[in-house]
């Protein structure tokens, strides 16, 4: 079995009963973590990785990424939401071929795996043809990359005698395909869930069906919530009345659900999934972190979408924790006129955002999340002797706050290397780099040709 040893290292388990450790041993033997503690001896066949001037965390879990929109980087920068809805998913997403959406799933997932994510949650709604759901997956898997593949549905503009999309229940005849093929190991490196309409964006017939669906196959119901009126008004109410809403059911943005619907969904043991960098660029409102909190609950973290801005999970969590400061201490100045006497919100509970409680979505808390003894071998090795890091005088603080790709020095998935010395360890990533190119330049004039303006 191969045993590999990260010593002397500053360790940052995520696990309360381990704690962090000023220095520490990591010990991985095949894909699991086998112990975490001070002083580890280890027999002679053992790698030893050096782990002074480094820090070593839980692999980042991305918990929201439409990744086929990887070649179309920046070029949504200036949309609003409406723009997004007409100009990529009724326009660009309707020429995509299959091995567009596969080169962009591809590299998206490395760049994820440079960036110190070890596990993404691909929302992938653009899947008009197995062909193209199968060349998403290929790509996932070729990337080395732990994710969850949600499967979507693609939202064009019907043409005559067609039904518009929020009337079109998600397709149990590829999710099934998909459960008999290649995502049929429910613990494989690359797994299913359901990217669905919801009540928000279809109607109560689609949903009812939809949610039924995800129960019986056992599987994440994730779903958009807001961005205007809702398809299906009340439509939530009807589907908590007919119990198919819990721990299963996973909110994007939810920015602006009332109070008291989401008193009942915190309850029930709903997820939420909080892309703040996209939410308030595209007018989706606040994001949600500070009332989830508040409810004794925390967030997920996701990047969303790099057609719009960067895929480094570290600055999305910087965003979610320095915006929710912000709202509290202007609620503080405006309830007492001084901001608060200490900060809300604790560096700590960030990293939270983007390891464990990402791992609680996926109800894989027991395999990913902590550096904890038995637990899948996902972690990432930063450079703490860094320029842009010395001196450390807390670890957690220097790895929310500071912390930037150029730091990522190495990254493990599943006991396996992915990144070393700064380099991803995968062959052709030139020309990978430039079939994403080809294919970003390809997108945009095609639908130029058709007299939309992408």
């Given at each position: 079995?191969?045993?590999?040893?990260?010593?002397?290292?500053?360790?940052?388990?995520?696990?309360?009963?381990?704690?962090?450790?000023?220095?520490?041993?990591?010990?991985?033997?095949?894909?699991r973590i086998a112990?975490?503690?001070?002083?580890?001896?280890?027999?002679?066949?053992?790698?030893?990785?050096?782990?002074?001037?480094?820090?070593v965390i839980p692999?980042?879990?991305?918990?929201?990424?439409?990744?086929?929109?990887?070649?179309?980087?920046?070029?949504?920068?200036?949309?609003?939401?409406?723009?997004?809805?007409?100009?990529?998913?009724?326009?660009?997403?309707?020429?995509?071929?299959?091995?567009?959406?596969?080169i962009a799933t591809?590299?998206?997932?490395?760049?994820?795996?440079?960036?110190?994510?070890?596990?993404?949650?691909?929302?992938?709604?653009?899947?008009?043809?197995?062909?193209?759901?199968?060349?998403?997956?290929?790509?996932?898997?070729?990337?080395?990359?732990?994710?969850?593949?949600?499967?979507?549905?693609?939202?064009?503009?019907?043409?005559?005698?067609?039904?518009?999309?929020?009337?079109?229940?998600?397709?149990?005849?590829?999710?099934?395909?998909?459960?008999?093929?290649?995502?049929?190991?429910?613990?494989?490196?690359?797994?299913?869930?359901?990217?669905?309409?919801?009540?928000?964006?279809?109607?109560?017939?689609?949903?009812?069906?939809?949610?039924?669906?995800?129960?019986?196959?056992?599987?994440?119901?994730?779903?958009?919530?807001?961005?205007?009126?809702?398809?299906?008004?009340?439509?939530?109410?009807?589907?908590?009345?007919?119990?198919?809403?819990?721990?299963?059911?996973?909110?994007?943005?939810?920015?602006?659900?009332?109070?008291?619907?989401?008193?009942?969904?915190?309850?029930?043991?709903?997820?939420?999934?909080?892309?703040?960098?996209?939410?308030?660029?595209?007018?989706?409102?606040?994001?949600?972190?500070?009332?989830?909190?508040?409810?004794?609950?925390?967030?997920?973290?996701?990047?969303?979408?790099?057609?719009?801005?960067?895929?480094?999970?570290?600055?999305?969590?910087?965003?979610?924790?320095?915006?929710?400061?912000?709202?509290?201490?202007?609620?503080?100045?405006?309830?007492?006129?001084?901001?608060?006497?200490?900060?809300?919100?604790?560096?700590?509970?960030?990293?939270?955002?983007?390891?464990?409680?990402?791992?609680?979505?996926?109800?894989?808390?027991?395999?990913?999340?902590?550096?904890?003894?038995?637990?899948?071998?996902?972690?990432?090795?930063?450079?703490?002797?860094?320029?842009?890091?010395?001196?450390?005088?807390?670890?957690?603080?220097?790895?929310?706050?500071?912390?930037?790709?150029?730091?990522?020095?190495?990254?493990?998935?599943?006991?396996?290397?992915?990144?070393?010395?700064?380099?991803?360890?995968?062959?052709?990533?030139?020309?990978?780099?430039?079939?994403?190119?080809?294919?970003?330049?390809?997108?945009?004039?095609?639908?130029?040709?058709?007299?939309?303006?992408?």
């Open positions: 079995m191969r045993r590999t040893l990260i010593r002397s290292a500053s360790v940052i388990s995520m696990d309360d009963a381990i704690g962090d450790l000023g220095t520490g041993d990591v010990l991985v033997e095949g894909n112990e975490v503690r001070p002083s580890i001896d280890v027999a002679a066949d053992t790698e030893i990785v050096d782990g002074n001037g480094r820090i692999g980042l879990i991305n918990a929201h990424m439409h990744t086929w929109q990887t070649g179309l980087r920046g070029y949504a920068a200036n949309w609003t939401l409406l723009e997004y809805f007409r100009r990529m998913h009724a326009g660009l997403a309707t020429v995509f071929r299959p091995e567009d959406i596969h591809l590299v998206g997932a490395l760049n994820q795996i440079n960036c110190g994510t070890t596990t993404l949650v691909d929302w992938c709604h653009n899947n008009p043809t197995p062909d193209h759901t199968d060349a998403a997956v290929r790509g996932l898997i070729e990337s080395g990359i732990r994710a969850a593949f949600f499967h979507g549905s693609p939202k064009p503009e019907p043409k005559p005698g067609e039904p518009h999309f929020s009337e079109v229940p998600h397709p149990r005849r590829e999710v099934e395909r998909l459960l008999a093929g290649p995502l049929a190991d429910r613990d494989g490196l690359v797994t299913l869930g359901l990217a669905i309409l919801g009540p928000h964006y279809s109607t109560l017939d689609v949903a009812m069906h939809d949610f039924r669906m995800a129960r019986e196959l056992k599987l994440i119901a994730s779903m958009h919530q807001g961005g205007g009126p809702a398809k299906t008004p009340g439509g939530w109410e009807k589907l908590i009345e007919a119990g198919l809403v819990g721990t299963g059911t996973n909110i994007v943005h939810g920015n602006d659900l009332p109070d008291n619907l989401l008193d009942i969904m915190v309850d029930l043991g709903v997820s939420f999934s909080v892309t703040p960098e996209n939410e308030m660029i595209q007018g989706h409102g606040f994001p949600i972190t500070g009332r989830l909190l508040k409810r004794g609950v925390r967030p997920t973290i996701g990047i969303d979408l790099e057609s719009v801005l960067a895929g480094d999970l570290f600055s999305a969590a910087r965003v979610a924790l320095s915006m929710q400061r912000a709202l509290d201490n202007a609620e503080s100045r405006k309830a007492s006129g001084a901001i608060p006497v200490t900060t809300t919100i604790p560096v700590r509970e960030a990293l939270r955002w983007i390891t464990t409680e990402g791992a609680r979505m996926l109800g894989r808390e027991d395999q990913i999340g902590s550096l904890t003894p038995g637990k899948l071998a996902d972690l990432v090795i930063i450079n703490a002797s860094d320029l842009n890091l010395v001196p450390v005088h807390d670890p957690v603080a220097t790895v929310v706050m500071q912390t930037s790709l150029v730091n990522i020095e190495a990254v493990m998935i599943g006991g396996a290397w992915k990144k070393r010395n700064g380099q991803l360890l995968v062959d052709g990533l030139g020309t990978k780099k430039e079939l994403l190119a080809q294919s970003g330049r390809r997108l945009v004039q095609d639908i130029e040709r058709q007299g939309r303006a992408a």
